[in-house]
């Protein structure tokens, strides 16, 4: 499966070497598709790069992996993605004097107003509430870490499921995109369990009987 990841910091680094492992096509959107590092990744997964607005031209899957700040820009350059499934692991926050709060919550989510922006595409969140170290490896023992994912198509919810499991999680489908409203806050709790932990080394697991 070809997939576009527009943002190559260290969470769509890390899909992208866990995808092109899979044998999945991986390119990259960036800004500027020359930079350095970014040509040195590519090669050492197989990945290419190009211009944002041409990343997701015959792409399956769209990652949008970059700062949330930087979304709108995104969405002015890539289009409407009519027909694509556009997997969305940015985190709307907002820094204060308290630290960091969501941009969105209760009513709605980030993912639910990306949606509305986006109104032919099939948007699902995913990715947003975990360290890029899990990404490398979601195991910890013989347990695989969990991940949660949400949206409202069902063949897309199919390929993100998928893509889920190729990275070694357990991939946790929890519903309609309305259940972002959940999902999006997960990343203050993982943030805030990393610093009185100690540790990033750590990933949510949902157990059953």
């Known amino acids: ?34 930079d350095a590092e970014l040509s040195t990744l590519c090669k050492g997964i197989g990945a290419t790069a190009a211009l944002v607005a041409d990343a997701p031209s015959d792409a399956a899957v769209i990652v949008l992996a970059m700062p949330f700040a930087a979304l709108d820009e995104v969405l002015r350059v890539v289009g409407g993605l009519d027909g694509k499934v556009v997997i969305d692991c940015t985190n709307a926050v907002e820094r204060g004097p308290h630290g960091m709060t969501l941009k969105y919550g209760h009513t709605t989510s980030a993912a639910e107003e990306l949606q509305k922006k986006l109104p032919g595409a099939h948007v699902f969140k995913s990715f ?12 910890y023992g013989d347990v695989r870490a969990a991940n949660f994912f949400c949206g409202d198509a069902p063949e897309g919810k199919r390929i993100v499921k998928g893509l889920v499991e190729d990275i070694g999680f357990e991939a946790v489908d ?26 990033r080394d750590l990933a949510f697991k949902l157990l059953r009987r």
Not at 10 to 25: F, P, Y
């Open 174 to 199: 929890v519903g309609p995109l309305t259940n972002a409203r959940l999902l999006e806050p997960m990343m203050l709790l993982w943030i805030a369990a990393s610093k009185t932990l100690g540790t």
């Open 128 to 139: 947003n509430a975990q360290g890029a170290e899990n990404l490398a490896n979601p195991v």
């Open 1 to 34: 499966m070809k997939i576009a990841i527009i943002g190559s910091g260290h969470i769509g680094a890390g899909l992208a070497r866990a995808w092109a492992s899979k044998g999945h096509t991986i390119v990259f959107g960036a800004r500027a598709p020359e």
